[in-house]
């Protein structure tokens, strides 16, 4: 502003900036006691179940589905951080490849979502479960392995039949995260 | 409550002539303290229950919910936050004034109270009809600036001491033009009678000083606007910001002595929006009830007198609507504008306040000596005053509706739902 203002306009300017922003200030706010509030009050008074209201290709916990899995070790190869400890040796007995550990520490696991990308086998996936509140840091390891088994035979590109994702899980988790503190 | 202990002599003890009779005193104590009962069981479930409705509505206004997990809709939020602050450890630091530090939330909490003594809540509903009143009422309340600033020296805590120096110079700044608006009604009842100026006004809009004449209109914003900085409520929550101060004069309180200087705070709320009701928008008047045929009714009842119980149910009723409104206009402000500056503090009392509100007492003046009471124009103005009134309603209730339509569309859009979520739809 070049010209000073006149003091008087200025003066009942400022009144006037000061009623007419608080009229419509309140109106505003006034405005927000009629619209839908955004809070969704997680876990117990939900519309529908959280894991359906997640976005597409959400990444959770890992799953392996060990029907699928060849023992190929692409996925705890590719993981920058060595979350996913898997161990396969050769039954002497039966000559077949037995895979006798497949430890993924989801405490470790930054979700980056590589091992499932180089995962050839259709058996490694992110699961939409993300609820892994423990006592425990250890109890963070979970054992998809529980007895020694044999590792799937198929070829790359094969159609596997695998179980849904989000059915094995639950029950792995179960096992690891039920523990005594230790 | 005179009136009343006056009823239960004649007609419980039979004596028609109270002043002789040598045993009164009795009967006029028992009212007192069943007066002061009365009264602080209602600022108890007011102060309690009003927190709720601000958390729930400051909720809403922020696209949150607010507390709904206590008792029916989180309605016990207030007794469930009451306990906690009683079973926690009450902390007097090492270097505080400890009796200072120990007085001031009494006198906080006393200054607040002082002021419900005088307020009218029905027709015959008030603890003492005093004929200095609102003098009285701006005097008992400047206990609270005392209070506060002794809560802020007794801390020996820079932050509080701040806010204690804040909250005097803004409670003192403030008390001018809050006193001067009300003047206006002083100027207009002929009175300082809380239940007199009630009583000058009538239970029909255009008889409320409110409409009276555009310097009355003026007034009453200027009144809200300076009890606002009087109670400490944002934008003028100076003394206690918590941006800079972290908390102000109450930092080094800890359990029922902190909760005593909210428990004011919150009392506050209704004294100023009672003192707008009883000044400005009509009080406890009915509409076509004249307060004298309900005087009439207590004076001829021999014995119980069920209408008038009713009159007096719904004086109060009409009260507290009119002062529940007020409230809620209070706490939606609280979430509508920023805190002021010091400066702009200041400024706002000194260089736009006082001049307003001394032209409103000068306004006031020059109508009652141009305007006769009652005559054709008087009307005419209240008619033009209550048009005023209703447009500046029905203009915003318009601006509501076009900021709540902006956001309509695009919500569905998005969200696949209606954005239509009333207030009373409790989640």
């Given at each position: 502003m070049s010209k000073k203002a006149n003091p008087v306009v200025s003066y009942l300017s400022t009144i006037w900036r000061a009623m007419f922003s608080t009229?419509?200030?309140?109106?505003?706010?006034?405005?927000?006691?009629?619209?839908?509030?955004?809070?969704?009050?997680?876990?117990?008074?939900?519309?529908?179940?959280?894991?359906?209201?997640?976005?597409?290709?959400?990444?959770?916990?890992?799953?392996?589905d060990l029907g699928c899995c060849t023992g190929c070790l692409l996925c705890s190869t590719t993981c920058p951080i060595d979350c996913i400890a898997i161990q396969v040796v050769k039954n002497p007995e039966t000559k077949k490849r037995?895979?006798?550990?497949?430890?993924?520490?989801?405490?470790?696991?930054?979700?980056?979502?590589l091992c499932t990308e180089a995962c050839n086998f259709d058996a490694l996936h992110h699961t939409r479960q993300f609820e892994g509140t423990n006592v425990s840091r250890n109890n963070l390891v979970l054992h998809f392995v529980k007895e020694p088994r044999e590792v799937s035979s198929h070829k790359k590109g094969e159609p596997c039949n695998r179980r849904p994702v989000g059915s094995i899980l639950p029950e792995v988790m179960k096992d690891c995260f039920d523990q005594e503190e230790g | 409550m005179r009136q009343i202990a006056d009823w239960i002599i004649l007609n419980l003890f039979g004596v028609a002539d109270a002043g002789s009779w040598p045993y009164s005193w009795l009967v006029y104590l028992g009212m007192m303290v069943f007066a002061a009962v009365l009264a602080i069981t209602f600022v108890a479930i007011f102060a309690g229950p009003v927190t709720w409705v601000e958390r729930r509505v400051a909720g809403r206004i922020m696209s949150r919910l607010g507390p709904n997990r206590v008792g029916p809709q989180g309605f016990l939020q207030w007794l469930a936050d009451g306990l906690k602050n009683l079973l926690k450890e009450d902390l007097i630091p090492d270097a505080a004034d400890r009796p200072l530090f120990r007085l001031a939330p009494h006198l906080?909490?006393?200054?607040?109270?002082?002021?419900?003594?005088?307020?009218?809540?029905?027709?015959?509903?008030?603890?003492?009809?005093?004929?200095?009143?609102?003098?009285?009422?701006?005097?008992?309340?400047?206990?609270?600036?005392?209070?506060?600033?002794m809560a802020g020296w007794a801390s020996n805590s820079k932050w509080a001491l701040y806010g204690g120096i804040r909250s005097t110079a803004q409670l003192v700044s403030y008390e001018i033009p809050t006193a001067f608006s009300l003047m206006v009604i002083v100027i207009l009842a002929g009175t300082l009678s809380t239940q007199e100026i009630v009583r000058a006004q009538g239970g029909w809009p255009w008889d409320w000083f409110v409409f009276r004449n555009p310097f009355t209109f003026l007034a009453f914003f200027l009144l809200m606007t300076?009890?606002?900085?009087?109670?400490?409520?944002?934008?003028?929550?100076?003394?206690?910001?918590e941006s800079e101060l972290v908390a102000g004069y109450n930092i080094e309180y800890s359990g029922m002595r902190f909760l005593f200087f909210l428990f004011a705070e919150w009392a506050n709320l209704w004294i100023m929006a009672a003192i707008g009701t009883f000044c400005f928008l009509g009080g406890w008047q009915i509409p076509g009830v004249s307060p004298d045929a309900i005087d009439a009714l207590l004076a001829r009842s021999h014995g119980w007198s069920w209408s008038w119980v009713g009159l007096q149910a719904l004086s109060f009723a009409i009260f507290a609507i009119k002062a529940s409104?007020?409230?809620?206009?209070?706490?939606?402000?609280?979430?509508?504008?920023?805190?002021?500056?010091?400066?702009?503090?200041?400024?706002?009392?000194w260089k736009y306040l006082v001049p307003?509100?001394?032209?409103?007492?000068?306004?006031?003046?020059?109508?009652?000596?141009?305007?006769?009471?009652?005559?054709?124009?008087?009307y005419l103005i209240r008619g033009l005053m209550m048009v005023v009134g209703g447009a500046l309603v029905a203009l915003f209730l318009w601006r509501a509706r076009v900021n709540y339509m902006l956001a309509r569309d695009s919500y569905r859009k998005m969200e696949g739902r209606e954005l239509w979520f009333p207030p009373y739809r409790l989640v």
């Open positions: 009229f419509e200030g309140l109106a505003v706010t006034f405005s927000w006691l009629f619209r839908r509030p955004i809070t969704i009050q997680y876990p117990d008074r939900l519309e529908k179940p959280v894991q359906e209201m997640l976005p597409e290709g959400y990444r959770g916990i890992l799953e392996v037995e895979v006798i550990r497949f430890d993924i520490d989801i405490a470790k696991c930054m979700y980056c979502g | 906080v909490w006393m200054g607040m109270f002082g002021a419900f003594v005088v307020l009218p809540f029905g027709a015959h509903l008030v603890a003492a009809d005093l004929n200095v009143g609102l003098l009285y009422i701006l005097a008992i309340t400047s206990l609270v600036v005392l209070g506060l600033l300076s009890s606002l900085a009087e109670g400490n409520r944002v934008p003028f929550d100076l003394p206690e910001a409104w007020l409230v809620f206009v209070v706490i939606q402000i609280r979430w509508t504008l920023p805190r002021l500056r010091v400066d702009q503090l200041m400024i706002a009392c307003m509100t001394l032209v409103c007492i000068l306004g006031v003046l020059a109508m009652a000596l141009l305007i006769p009471q009652g005559g054709v124009l008087d």
